[in-house]
């Protein structure tokens, strides 16, 4: 019977868990495409017409399903995002689950470079690079931290010891990530499904814009929880305040990096790396 | 007897499996009451006599001898005379008999890898071979783990020196065959270290992929499980590879940098593994939907069950039951990856139970397949640096001619003679 209450009360926790997500969404959606555009000077749509979009989008999908593919690719961006955002409202050991046995970088970075490879096939190359830039972040993280499982005990190690090396490598690691763009955006996805002429109707190709859209948000909150680790585990509706605060400021690198133009130097991202490989090593061998 | 090793017996499963599933011994079977195409049945009795010999080999794994005869006849059985070349077969056997945990095991090893590396041969034979070359030098690996590690690595370099102007997919190829050598590597060396967790993630990685070579080898389609793509267990294997060696460079004092270079590497041939298998499963037929239920079954349990049977196998006193919603990592680290894969089924099935029964299976691998025809790996920057290294060295040369020449020694084997006996004075003062 108590296992029973659990996994009622697991399954409650991971329903308010996506609801807070789902009505955040659009919000993101709008910082990461509307306000830098807004910023320059274009005009662009208000928030509600995001809002109604993805409304739009919801009620379609639960009216009419989804077609089998993109409905698994839909379910690995929930799921990505569920992970990343980290948040705790009924359960905090959920958290433990959610946060630490799921939040591996490499495991959600991989989940988002699927989908990326899955939208843009040409995007090959691209996506091998970031993903072993992961495989060189998953390793500094444990060079500079033994036994760190998951940005939830990346969070508990800093909180215990503040000013580590771990701090400075997650940060080098962040902006190194914040200066890859794995997911295509929308004008070059737009191009590719024209070129194959797939998916044929209208309709299904604003459904993939849509997912990956949430691909895209994934990857900017991945680049927020690896800069500000701190942020992660709270509870309650601090997780929420951690939450839009982690992924604001994933935004904030990512949209400074794509205006000022850095993100087009490729060396950067080596010279981040390396930093970051620097500080793991010192921290490891000064203990 | 091999029946008291864990280690063997799992490998003697996977034999027994790859014997259920062959079709060429399958079409054998049949031919004994019916009638088929003589060809094709010899080939079935000689890949049912190859079997044979393969579980007699790995039966007589004590006596170095006969195993070598055992290994060859089996090679010979399943591949023919382009798997096992007697003109060096035969020494390196020979080797492996007179020291099968020493040098001598390096010999297996390059036959095997030859052997597993012969696009001739059948993906059954190749993976026989592999399977051959874990059980017969897991002696080797054990008393010589640093040994085993760089001699797989420096054979497949020495193979693809060999065999790189022939073909580019044989780089990629080659990842195939070093990964488990690599997985058991790791295996042993954090036995030596004394992590008794790494040896077990190790020892489950190198199930998982084995497991799922076998799988594809016999179901053509199964080949999309060795993607390192999140949830399939190709990239299972790649994550516990890595993070056993990270459990190495974390947990022991000499292997800090050397356990992160390990583990890239590791996930690196994962990579390179996963694009042969993509470009594999471009090739497939469509196959239908009770088939791709079963792969996403087998996706989501294999880790799981191969997770089990390792801690199930040396009968260790664990929580078992564990493997079933989280699978560790060698360092300290979990993934709940059965709870991921249960998760997505639940929301898969919801967001799209109306479209599954209508839903035609229409792999689109071939559109994988346009990114995988990129130009092939052009190695220019590597030429680049042979050819300024080779300039290097010419400076280094005539300079050091220039030097030698106001010495008195014009005499270049009055060098090459000084040189000798400094080296064996270092030898013998090393010796002291």
Redesign the interface.
Same mark, same amino acid.
């Given at each position: 019977m108590p296992y029973f209450i659990d996994g009622v009360r697991l399954g409650l926790e991971?329903v308010c868990q996506s609801v807070a997500l789902l009505a955040v969404v659009p919000l993101m959606v709008w910082v990461m495409e509307d306000v830098p555009a807004f910023l320059v000077g274009r005009a662009v749509a208000p928030l509600g017409s995001r809002y109604r979009r993805f409304g739009h989008f919801g009620r379609e999908?639960l009216r009419?399903?989804?077609?089998?593919?993109?409905?698994?690719m839909?379910?690995?961006a929930?799921?990505a995002l569920l992970i990343l955002a980290g948040m705790s409202f009924i359960m905090p050991s959920c958290l433990g689950?959610v946060g630490?046995?799921?939040a591996?970088p490499?495991?959600v970075g991989?989940?988002i470079l699927?989908g990326a490879?899955w939208a843009a096939?040409?995007?090959?190359?691209q996506v091998?690079r970031c993903?072993?830039v992961l495989?060189?972040m998953?390793?500094f993280l444990?060079?500079a931290a033994?036994?760190?499982?998951?940005f939830l005990?990346v969070h508990h190690l800093l909180i215990a010891a503040p000013g580590s090396s771990l701090a400075g490598t997650a940060l080098c690691c962040a902006v190194a990530l914040a200066f890859l763009t794995p997911v295509p955006r929308r004008e070059v996805l737009a191009a590719e499904m024209i070129e194959?002429a797939?998916p044929p109707s209208r309709a299904e190709r604003d459904q993939k814009q849509r997912i990956l859209e949430l691909y895209r948000l994934g990857w900017v909150l991945l680049v927020g929880d690896s800069l500000l680790p701190v942020l992660f585990g709270l509870e309650g509706l601090g997780s929420v305040a951690g939450f839009i605060g982690r992924f604001m400021g994933g935004a904030a690198l990512i949209i400074i990096g794509r205006a000022t133009g850095l993100s087009r130097y490729r060396h950067f991202v080596a010279l981040l790396l390396g930093l970051a490989g620097l500080m793991a090593?010192a921290g490891?061998?000064a203990v | 007897m091999p029946f008291h090793d864990p280690f063997l017996l799992c490998l003697l499963a996977l034999l027994a499996l790859l014997l259920c599933g062959d079709g060429a011994v399958r079409v054998f079977v049949r031919g004994l009451w019916r009638s088929v195409p003589v060809v094709t049945w010899r080939q079935g009795g000689c890949h049912m006599a190859g079997f044979l010999m393969a579980f007699a080999a790995l039966g007589v794994v004590g006596h170095a001898g006969a195993a070598a005869c055992l290994v060859a006849l089996a090679l010979l059985f399943f591949g023919g005379g382009a798997a096992f070349r007697p003109i060096w077969g035969v020494p390196a056997l020979l080797g492996y008999g007179l020291s099968p945990t020493g040098l001598g095991g390096l010999g297996l090893m390059a036959l095997c890898l030859w052997a597993a590396g012969q696009a001739q041969m059948s993906r059954v034979g190749q993976v026989v071979a592999i399977v051959l070359l874990i059980g017969l030098g897991h002696g080797g690996a054990l008393a010589h783990p640093l040994l085993w590690l760089g001699g797989s690595v420096a054979l497949v370099a020495i193979g693809l020196l060999v065999e790189l102007g022939r073909d580019w997919e044989v780089l990629l190829r080659s990842c195939r065959l070093l990964r488990p050598l690599m997985l058991l590597g790791l295996m042993e060396i954090s036995r030596q270290q004394g992590l008794s967790i790494g040896v077990e993630t190790a020892f489950c990685a190198l199930l998982l992929d084995v497991t799922c070579q076998t799988i594809a080898a016999i179901w053509p389609f199964a080949v999309c499980l060795s993607i390192?793509?999140?949830?399939l267990p190709g990239?299972v294997v790649g994550?516990m590879g890595?993070?056993t060696a990270?459990?190495l460079?974390?947990?022991t004092e000499g292997w800090?940098?050397i356990g992160?270079i390990l583990?890239?590497m590791v996930?690196?041939l994962s990579?390179g593994d996963g694009m042969v298998s993509l470009r594999e499963a471009a090739s497939i037929q469509p196959c239908k939907r009770v088939e791709w239920g079963i792969g996403l079954i087998i996706a989501a349990l294999l880790p799981s069950l191969c997770g089990f049977v390792t801690q199930w196998m040396p009968g260790a006193a664990g929580h078992r039951g564990a493997w079933f919603y &989280?699978l560790p990592g060698g360092?300290?680290?979990?993934?709940?990856?059965p709870?991921?894969w249960l998760?997505?089924f639940v929301?898969?099935w919801g967001?799209? &139970?109306?479209?599954?029964k209508t839903?035609q299976s229409r792999i &689109?691998m071939d559109?994988?397949a346009?990114?995988?025809q990129?130009p092939p790996l052009r190695l220019w920057p590597i030429k680049r640096l042979v050819v300024r290294g080779q300039q290097h060295i010419g400076v280094v040369q005539s300079s050091g001619r220039a030097l030698l020449s106001s010495l008195p020694l014009r005499d270049s084997s009055a060098v090459f003679w000084l040189v000798f006996l400094g080296g064996v004075l270092v030898m013998l003062g090393l010796a002291q």
């Open positions: 991971l999908i009419y399903g989804i077609d089998v593919e993109s409905g698994l839909l379910t690995l929930l799921l689950l630490a046995w799921l591996d490499l495991l991989s989940l699927t490879l096939p040409s995007y090959f190359g091998v993903w072993f495989c060189l998953e390793s444990v060079l033994p036994g760190v499982t998951g005990g194959q797939w090593l490891r061998f | 390192p793509a999140p949830p990239f994550w890595l993070h990270l459990g460079s974390g947990g800090a940098v992160c583990a890239i996930m690196g990579l &989280r360092d300290g680290s979990m993934i709940a990856l709870l991921f998760v997505v929301v898969w967001l799209s &139970r109306g479209h599954v839903w &689109r559109v994988l346009v990114g995988m990129a």
